[in-house]
Structure formats: structure tokens, C-alpha cells
């Protein structure tokens, strides 16, 4: 199992020298299975060119899309998502349900008039919904091979972590989440999603920021990278990736960032878009 990081910037895209090496692509990761298990989690900016990687390879054409939440930056690269214009493909979307937010009504909705010329239904994939229950309990979702658990997370909204598993294999995908805010039983839920049953290998965590410009964005949905590092080094992850990259943020602002986080933790990187990380 690998992931490819299709698009790691939080917020909104960037397009513009200065920020290409770390890439402005927002939020989305495919995750790879060995049997040809395809899962991509978010469908910001970034899906565009992971979608374009799925369409070119062979095998089955099917998809599963999880979304973390609907925010548009992890929400806004659906209409670029060409598999969607391709009735060979069979994407399923799901998420669990958020109060009357329910993934059939949302995610048709970022495409309908007067925001896109077609709808979802006209496109030519074939497009199901998997609404999930909040969280997945002691019954994970199967996708071939691959075990998909997930947790609710602090967030602006709700937002939910997922947990994919292969065999004793795991990457934990935590975008976007308020540690800080988070109660002690939401804490113990994402720290159990990285260690149980086994410590993840890998994890993608939302760190916007640093302890020193949280205070000033606080109650805005985004963690620190010291507590990304925190709950890595408590869960016994083998690797962490901090992603959510501000829009602000150079590549020579990001590369200052990533020596302090690899001093603080020799396995922690910043995450970079098109990166190919695998789960092993
Ligand atoms: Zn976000
Ligand atoms: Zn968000």
C-alpha cells in the first residue's frame, strides 16, 4: 500500500512561483492498495491530477472518494475530477452523515446550476453514496483488501479521521483537526485511531501551525506540528506528514519549518505534493 499526496495546501490553492515545490494544490491523497484498491480521501484541487494517474492506468475502474468534510478545500477539485466525465468509471463517494449534511445532497450540490454547466447524473460515470455512520465502531468499511476506519475530529462544522488498513499496514489521514480544542474523549478517539490494533506506519496530520502562531488562529479548525509530533511519538507511528500547509507559506518558509520539524523528530517531514509515501 502506498499513498500519493495529490495536494497538500490547507485553505485555499496557490498558484505561483515560490510555492511550487511544496505544491498549491489543496487537500488530497490517493491511497493504493497492493490488489489495485483504489481509495482517494478529499477531493481538493489536488484530485485533478490523481484522477488524470487513475485514468491511465489499467485495471479495475472503480474509486472510492472519502471525504474528511465538505469545506471547500477539500471539497473544490470535484468538478475536475475527469473520471466523473468517463461512464467506464464507477466512483462511490462516502462520508459519514453530519446533522442533515448527508453525502448524496452535498457533494451533487458543488456541481449543480448555476455553479457547473452538467450535473453530477449527466456526467457519464456511474456515481453512488455511501453515507457512513458517525463513527465505524467495531465495523470497519471493506474496500478489496483494505479496512477503512474512521473517528470524529474537532473541526469547525465535524470533520472525521480515517484509518486505512492493510494487513497490519495503516496510514491515518487527520485533516483538518483542532487538537487543542478537542476533548479529552475526541484526544483518546484519533490517538486510538493511530495506535489500535496496531500503530499506524504512517500519518498525514493537520499542522497548520506552530506553538507560536496558534494563539492568534485559535477556534479555527487547525493543529500545531509540535502536536502532530506529540501524538505521533505517544501512538508509535512510524512516520508522520504534516500537511494543511498554510496559503501563505513559501517553499523557503516551509523549508525553514521542515528543518525545525526534523530536528524536533527525524521522521516527521512536511508533506509535498506528489510525493509517493509508502505504507511499510
Ligand atoms: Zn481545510
Ligand atoms: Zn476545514
Known amino acids: 500500500m502506498h499513498v ?19 505544491g ?13 484498491e483504489r481509495v482517494i480521501v478529499d477531493a481538493g484541487t489536488g484530485v485533478r491530477a490523481l484522477g488524470a494517474r487513475l485514468q491511465k492506468q489499467h485495471g479495475p475502474r472503480r474509486v472510492h472518494l472519502l471525504l474528511t468534510h465538505y469545506h471547500l478545500d477539500h471539497t473544490m477539485g470535484l468538478p475536475a ?29 458543488l456541481l ?3 455553479f457547473w454547466p452538467l450535473q453530477v447524473e449527466d456526467m457519464g460515470a456511474a456515481v453512488r453514496y455511501r453515507n457512513l455512520p458517525r463513527t465505524c465502531g467495531t465495523h470497519p468499511l471493506r474496500i478489496g483488501a483494505l479496512r477503512v476506519r474512521w473517528c470524529p475530529v474537532q473541526h469547525p462544522g465535524g470533520c472525521t479521521a480515517y484509518r486505512l488498513e492493510e494487513g497490519p499496514k495503516a496510514v491515518v489521514v487527520a485533516t483538518d483537526v483542532e487538537w487543542a480544542r478537542s476533548t479529552p474523549a475526541a484526544q483518546g478517539a484519533l490517538a486510538a485511531l493511530c495506535r ?44 508522520l506528514l504534516i500537511t494543511h500547509h498554510a496559503p501563505d507559506q513559501t517553499d523557503r518558509a516551509l523549508d525553514r519549518l521542515a528543518r525545525q520539524v526534523a530536528r524536533a523528530w527525524p521522521d516527521a517531514t512536511l508533506a509535498r505534493t506528489g510525493e509517493r509515501v509508502r505504507v511499510a
Open 4 to 22: 500519493i499526496i495529490g495536494g497538500c495546501r490547507g485553505t485555499h490553492p496557490v498558484a505561483q512561483p515560490g510555492y511550487m515545490r511544496y
Open 24 to 36: 498549491g494544490e489543496t487537500t488530497s491523497y490517493l491511497v493504493e492498495g497492493a490488489a489495485g
Open 81 to 109: 475530477l475527469g473520471l466523473l466525465y468517463d461512464r467506464r468509471w464507477t466512483v462511490t463517494m462516502a462520508a459519514p452523515s453530519r446533522g442533515r449534511h448527508v453525502v448524496r445532497d452535498v457533494m451533487p450540490r
Open 112 to 114: 449543480h446550476a448555476p
Open 196 to 239: 489500535e490494533p496496531t500503530p499506524a506506519r504512517v500519518l498525514i496530520m493537520d499542522g497548520q501551525y506552530s506553538r507560536g502562531t496558534y494563539a492568534a488562529h485559535a477556534g479555527w479548525g487547525h493543529s500545531t506540528w509540535e502536536e502532530c509530533v506529540a501524538l505521533a511519538r505517544a501512538t508509535g507511528v512510524r512516520r
